[in-house]
């Protein structure tokens, strides 16, 4: 009680020059943005939480808390909060928890997210962190990782379930200088809150709660992709050091076909105007980590120069008119990036015929690790989560934590 009447007085304080009280849950929201709650307040201190970046680096953003909408903006290192009766200026901003609880950059509020949201400005840019349970967070994870399978499919949303949660503990304080732990988006694992959480894929998280992958006793880095086309890929498409549980292996079936041969992504193609393709390339070098970038008018010829285990492009060279260009690794993608959209894979062919370079190609994301698609499919077939886990984190075991 005496709490309560001292954050009243406080309340009090910071509103005086309002001619009008803001509504009820506005108000919390403001009060939690003061000194009293620095920390966010967890509904329960026991449980293992994540902090989920929903936004950084942006200029505004919109908050939904129970009825009330509140526009942010910021000014330096301080917040400009609006909820369309009153303003209010502060350093920081805490949501607490709230069935109807949202963060949108344009108003639609289409996720609702558990736990807290704390809000911060720093030299002029927001950051929106959702504080939230992992095996809540999870739920916002799994639907949006590999979908809404059916019931056929269960085990297979059992391991998206354990290698989501696996992946979430081992990016724990790996941005502890970020003030957060994973992104909501595809640098980590897409996020959207709630909104999209099914019974089925609420059970799959209950049925293997708190179980994660380790090697060796530690969590394991649980990378997966959507579609390895018969073959997964190592460490090295990323130029990185060799993991024995991330090592490449085949992923067929006893008849020799691709577990993951369902996938639209088995094969693909692209086509690139030959007229047009130079200065795409050139305006990607930089994001294909290409290290001598150079100025060209003409491609002469792209030639795969070597490959790993599985077909993915290890060296692709472009000969130009102004010398040759080389691309390494999973990063050969970008060099082809075309509105915003990368290749589906590093594993292709090229060729020219008349005006167009013609790129065909298998699979779907990096291929290291876990196949979605596989895993979809040698569920169907019958096999448990843990086998399908061990058998693409291979030497590695499903623990309960």
């Not at 979430?168 to 970020?178: D, E, I, T, V």
């Not at 293997?208 to 090295?236: D, K, M, Q, R, W």
């Not at 002469?300 to 077909?311: K, S, W, Y």
Request: glycine share 8%; proline share 3%; with cysteine.
């Amino acid at each position: 009680m005496a709490f309560l009447k001292s954050s009243l007085r406080l309340s009090k304080c910071l509103f005086k020059n309002f001619k009008a009280p803001l509504s009820g849950s506005a108000f919390s929201a403001l009060l939690l943005g003061s000194a009293i709650f620095a920390e966010p307040i967890l509904a329960n201190s026991a449980a293992q939480n994540i902090k989920v970046a929903l936004f950084t680096d942006v200029k505004s953003v919109y908050l939904l808390h129970g009825k009330d909408t509140i526009s942010v903006t910021c000014n330096g290192d301080r917040l400009l909060l609006n909820d369309g009766k009153k303003k209010h200026k502060t350093p920081s901003l805490s949501l607490k928890p709230n069935k109807n609880l949202s963060a949108s950059a344009n108003k639609k509020f289409a996720n609702r997210y558990q736990g807290d949201i704390h809000v911060t400005a720093k030299q002029g840019k927001i950051s929106v962190i959702n504080t939230v349970d992992i095996e809540d967070y999870l739920r916002g994870v799994v639907p949006y990782e590999i979908g809404k399978l059916d019931a056929d499919r269960f085990e297979a949303l059992k391991v998206q379930a354990v290698a989501a949660r696996t992946y979430a503990y081992k990016q724990l304080g790996s941005r502890a200088n970020m003030g957060f732990d994973v992104y909501a988006d595809t640098r980590d694992q897409v996020y959207n809150g709630t909104t999209g959480a099914t019974e089925l894929t609420d059970k799959a998280i209950k049925e293997t709660a708190h179980e994660i992958v380790v090697f060796n006793g530690e969590p394991i880095e649980a990378y997966y992709h959507s579609t390895c086309a018969g073959h997964t890929a190592s460490l090295a498409v990323w130029n990185r050091n060799p993991l024995a549980y991330l090592s490449p292996i085949p992923d067929i079936d006893e008849n020799g076909k691709a577990y993951c041969s369902v996938s639209s992504y088995m094969q693909w193609e692209r086509k690139f105007d030959a007229k047009k393709l130079p200065k795409l390339i050139e305006a990607n070098q930089k994001a294909a980590n290409v290290k001598k970038p150079k100025q060209f008018n003409k491609i002469l010829n792209i030639v795969v120069e070597g490959t790993f285990d599985g077909d993915r492009i290890s060296v692709l060279s472009i000969l130009t008119d102004k010398g040759s260009i080389t691309a390494r690794g999973d990063k050969v993608r970008w060099l082809f990036s075309e509105g915003g959209k990368i290749l589906p894979s590093a594993s292709f062919t090229v060729k020219r015929k008349g005006g167009e370079w013609i790129l065909t190609g298998k699979g779907f994301g990096h291929g290291i690790g876990m196949c979605q698609m596989g895993a979809r499919e040698r569920a169907k077939a019958g096999q448990s989560y843990k086998e399908i886990l061990e058998h693409y984190y291979h030497g590695a075991k499903v623990e309960k934590r």
